[in-house]
């Protein structure tokens, strides 16, 4: 949905004898941030990648973060669909009567009710230092407990 940002995380974890080190790469774009702490990772450890969605404008997202480890490249593919508001809620609104679900992947759950693998940021001073006046505050029913 316009005007809000999206996360979600990445762990990658060293299955190798020896430490290792992580580097991530990804595409130049306004919309895909990448965060993480670049070091040494010890057997047996993870570490996260956040990889967040800034819905500046309506756009349809298709982006590659590369995760460069000691022996492999792993690409990560990265693809969004960002709507204007009436779109989404009439395209929420149509999948909702005919499938019984929503559209956002940040308000499903798992069957222990966990939260779904997408979280929308709700931390609105955070959202407005990425976004400056292009972030809008979402509706009440579009957290992930507005189901």
Do not use: W
């Amino acid at each position: 949905r316009l005007g809000a940002v999206y996360r979600m995380n990445i762990h990658v974890r060293n299955l190798d004898v020896d430490v290792t080190r992580f580097n991530v790469v990804p595409e130049p774009s306004e919309y895909v941030r990448v965060n993480y702490t670049p070091g040494h990772l010890a057997p047996g450890m993870a570490a996260k990648i956040s990889v967040e969605i800034l819905s500046l404008s309506p756009a349809k997202i298709e982006r590659i973060v590369e995760v460069r480890l000691k022996a492999h490249v792993v690409s990560v593919p990265v693809t969004a669909r960002i709507f204007d508001a009436e779109e989404y809620d009439r395209l929420d609104a149509e999948s909702l009567a005919i499938n019984g679900r929503r559209i956002g992947r940040h308000r499903e759950k798992d069957e222990r009710n966990k939260a779904g693998p997408v979280q929308l940021i709700q931390d609105e001073a955070y959202c407005r230092k990425l976004m400056g006046d292009k972030y809008q505050k979402p509706p009440g029913d579009l957290d992930a407990d507005g189901l």
